[in-house]
């Protein structure tokens, strides 16, 4: 399949579900599908991350804050390069799940939450944000997404109470209904396989078809 005709060079792809879903997977294979390049969430340099994991409560402002910048920086990247990138996690998630879901619990203080979100407002409305051409949304089942997590070994996630990840995954299933901020691709994690390229061709063509769809209006 000639998949280069079908998605515009330019585009800007993102990956978006809950943690262990399988974004970064599918985020390599797809680009390295289409030639385009990644943009990955960096974990092991993240300096508040693990810190955050121990007390939620005295870490969650500096986490957001760092993401944030992290997320900036890599935005203005893909724009200046004039797109043609598949993005692992987009910013909505930082502010529509973990954010909003450390303050509702508490773990993030009222005023720390509203410093948050009117700095992620002020920055997010300039031209280095331009709303994706799709975001594919990842989705399954709790018990499978439990055990990527514990296979994929990072000590901080897998020593985190169950609940969790229970409290996210629900917030990601109200949130994907609501969300409208660019078109979205649902795909069930048992419905592909990433290591597959007849199956990567096929997310590729209902990509392109949401795409062209979208671009045509
Ligand atoms: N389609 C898949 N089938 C089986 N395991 C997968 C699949 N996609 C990802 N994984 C595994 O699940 C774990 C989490 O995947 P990852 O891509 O890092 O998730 P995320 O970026 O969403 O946190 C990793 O160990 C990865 O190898
Ligand atoms: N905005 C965020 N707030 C808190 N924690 C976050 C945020 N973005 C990512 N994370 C955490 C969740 C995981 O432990 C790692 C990487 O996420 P993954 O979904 O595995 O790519 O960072």
Redesign the pocket.
């Known amino acids: 399949m000639s998949h280069e005709l079908h998605i515009p060079k330019d585009a800007l792809i993102t990956?978006a579900?809950?943690?262990?879903?399988?974004?970064?997977?599918?985020?390599t294979a797809l680009a390295a599908r289409l030639g385009f390049r990644t943009s990955m969430?960096k974990v092991d340099n993240n300096p508040y991350l693990e810190k955050f994991y121990q007390d939620f409560e005295r870490w969650s402002f500096h986490l957001q804050i760092y993401f944030l910048a992290e997320r900036f920086k890599e935005q203005k990247a893909i724009v200046e390069a004039g797109g043609g990138f598949v993005q692992?996690?987009s910013i909505y998630e930082d502010t529509g799940i973990f954010a909003k879901m450390h303050a509702d619990q508490g773990t993030m203080s009222k005023t720390d939450y509203e410093t948050y979100t009117s700095l992620f407002e002020a920055m997010v409305m300039t031209p280095y944000f331009p709303h994706p051409d799709v975001l594919i949304y990842?989705e399954g089942n709790l018990s499978s997404i439990l055990n990527?997590?514990r296979?994929?070994?990072r000590e901080m996630e897998i020593q985190t109470d169950v609940s969790y990840w229970e409290h996210m995954h629900e917030r990601y299933a109200k949130w994907i209904e609501e969300f409208d901020a660019c078109p979205v691709l649902r795909l069930n994690?048992d419905e592909?396989?990433?290591?597959d390229e007849a199956s990567l061709d096929e997310i590729i063509r209902q990509a392109a078809e949401i795409i062209h769809a979208s671009r045509a209006k």
């Open positions: 990956v579900g809950t943690v262990g879903v399988g974004k970064s997977t599918l985020t969430e692992d996690r990842l990527r997590i296979l994929r070994g994690i592909y396989d990433a290591t």
